[in-house]
């Protein structure tokens, strides 16, 4: 019989088929395959994108030329623009305001065709020194009020432009899935006085069995209530609130292990397309939430979401998390 | 500017792109287009499912042989099983239970290749009283707090078998979404002391540029909240909590609103995947949900849920509702 899992944080149920789990080669995904073409991203198309906001460059090179390692431009096509204000208005029983925000593109490296798996730690390092450099920048702009970093890595995963690129968005309000998260983790906090992550690390490194990978300071596990096929979390051991508080110090871990983690996903799924996600505190808000904790969820694109799932958010999983690691695991 | 407008039932923001809007041939979706081979839910094929659990068919005709209209059995590989209790428990801070419900399939005519456009109006009635008879089963089941009905068509809406089915999911407990739905009619109703449906269906009545169909009985419209380009609500004019009671005289307004609606999008996207989902009331509560308003909510499978919308659950429309409503209304 499957199994009913309650998350803890957002109240979501997920069926876990503990009966006849599929095993890897079940899946049938859709490959991602690079295509080639000209790439705004590349090296010499620096004049495609709009002038860049930041990067880190040689010395000796100009902005928005060549020589850079890592290049923040904002999207093209901006779902979001940083002009104006949000005007809230009513239209009979709807509400409406501006799209007031911002939309900027990372490009990680100069390199088409390299996943993080393929590039050097410093490489990677560079590309989380950067997102937090980017996400200190726009904290400052007290009309957002939250900063969302994902990666789209894969035609399946939605990335319509395949040189590897890692997205910021700020908004200026909190979105409703990081308020699911913040109201659950609030609810325990009011109930058990602890942060409900630090009590989820504690809990996984007693049981270990859901357990990928472990540094000093960062922990990348299958949670027990994950929604997809090999869903990742990855998260720092000590309690950080925000994503861009990591420390220094800390950077050089969460760079191995996310790089790690995904070269162990791509040996089991050859060019699988995936996305990630960064849950981070809110920003600008009144109070100092001393109860999230920030971390990263990991989803490989291996099935489609459907009916199911539309009609209800909660999830059904072909093989759980136990097992999933228990695959990542044995992967070298 | 993009148009921020918040959802005022689940209080979810969508951005909508008014500025750069696409237009019908810029999706690019991936085409549904059957395989053949052999069917279990074809006619001579009854032995490969389980034993079915009702159907209409020729009165001379036995069960699990052909002869049928319509035919609803047990799903192979059930999400769910109705065995047994739900067993609560606990696992350190995580939630667990079994897995008790049903998992049924309505097999919607004999006919590989019909979608429900194109079968005829009778056919579609039938699917719907089938529908009707099976949820009204299912309630008798006290353990059983909601009944799903959702339609997957095509592989890129999550369809495994190509013959048109739709699947019926009864539930041990209110699904997430619906709550959130069920939440917000009541904060508006406690507010306004009306179903904020039938206000939704009083605005865009005297609005009618988001309206696509309209009957004696129902309303096909996109709403203005839109999460998807093209997406879809057919909603019945009385207020009626549960889709299975709509009455007998209705069914008929019902079944051509339905088959008008999806023809006229497969018009625009040519084999276009799409799901579609029965939003309903749950069942066997304590108390008679007068607030809630069944309803359709249809999505064609015209882009792909990436980071963005997996880190807010927000979405971004790359067409407004009213100019999606506008292609749809053209189309004869």
């Not at 490009?107 to 590309?127: A, F, G, M, R, T």
């Not at 980017?134 to 395949?162: C, H, P, T, V, W």
């Not at 996305?275 to 990991?298: A, K, L």
Request: hydrophobic letters at 35%; proline letters at 7%; glycine letters at 6%.
């Amino acid at each position: 019989m499957a199994e009913l899992r309650r998350d803890p944080i957002a109240g979501r149920w997920v069926i876990v088929d503990n009966e006849h789990p599929n095993k890897p080669e079940d899946f049938e995904y859709e490959q991602s395959i690079p295509k080639g073409g000209i790439c705004p991203f590349c090296y010499g198309n620096e004049s495609m994108t709009p002038p860049e906001i930041d990067s880190f460059r040689d010395s000796h090179s100009a902005p928005n030329t060549s020589g850079w390692q890592v290049r923040v431009v904002p999207n093209k096509f901006p779902a979001l623009e940083a002009k104006g204000d949000l005007n809230r208005r009513g239209l009979g029983i709807y509400d409406m305001s501006n799209g007031v925000g911002t939309h900027e593109v990372l490009i990680e490296s100069p390199s088409h065709d390299k996943d993080i798996p393929d590039l050097l730690n410093q490489e990677v390092e560079n590309i989380i020194s950067m997102a937090h450099r980017r996400s200190n920048e726009l904290i400052k702009d007290k009309r957002f009020k939250y900063i969302l970093l994902f990666r789209n890595y894969g035609r399946a995963a939605g990335a319509s432009l395949e040189h590897p690129h890692t997205q910021i968005i700020a908004l200026p309000m909190v979105p409703k899935n990081a308020m699911e998260e913040i109201r659950g983790a609030h609810k325990y906090f009011e109930y058990r006085g602890r942060c409900i992550y630090c009590d989820i690390i504690r809990q996984e490194t007693q049981e270990k069995e859901r357990i990928i990978l472990e540094n000093k300071h960062f922990l990348s596990f299958c949670p027990f209530v994950s929604r997809f096929p090999f869903e990742i979390w990855i998260i720092p051991k000590r309690h950080v609130g925000y994503f861009s508080h990591t420390p220094q110090e800390e950077i050089a871990d969460l760079a191995s292990i996310l790089k790690e983690t995904i070269a162990k996903i791509k040996k089991i799924f050859v060019n699988v397309s995936y996305n990630f996600i960064i849950h981070s505190s809110p920003i600008n808000g009144d109070d100092d939430i001393e109860y999230y904790h920030w971390h990263i969820e990991f989803m490989p694109k291996l099935m489609r979401v459907a009916g199911f799932e539309w009609g209800t958010g909660f999830y059904i999983d072909p093989i759980s998390p136990e097992l999933s690691a228990q695959y990542l695991k044995a992967i070298k």
